[in-house]
């Protein structure tokens, strides 16, 4: 099958795209949930065990949320993205740190 090309929006900008992981290197769509909007993501493990985490994010009653930030630090091969979130004057931080020398990942818990 050949290259999709990217869809462009409202305001004349493409959209994001994924690539095959084969040695043809195709461009595909990413395919997002209608009711969460959420990515949708297709996986099989073949060996080894997994995890799976389901976890809300922080609303107030009224499902209100005020205020993002995202901020980004690289120390080392160690690349940490904070995410702060603050709601009717809470604040809440969730981290996600990625350390390049051995592709691990650590995403810590809404604190």
Do not use: C
Not at 104 to 110: A, E, F
């Amino acid at each position: 099958m050949s290259n999709i090309q990217a869809k462009r929006d409202d305001n004349w900008q493409p959209v994001i795209m994924g690539e095959t992981d084969d040695a043809n290197r195709e461009t595909r769509p990413l395919i997002v949930d209608p009711t969460t909007e959420r990515l949708k993501v297709e996986s099989s493990i073949t060996s080894g065990s997994a995890v799976e985490i389901q976890e809300t994010a922080p609303t107030d009653s009224t499902k209100n949320n005020e205020s993002y930030s995202i901020t980004e630090v690289t120390v080392g091969t160690v690349t940490t993205k904070t995410i702060v979130e603050t709601i009717s004057g809470v604040t809440y931080t969730k981290t996600i740190a990625t350390d390049s020398s051995d592709n691990s990942i650590t995403i810590s818990v809404w604190s």
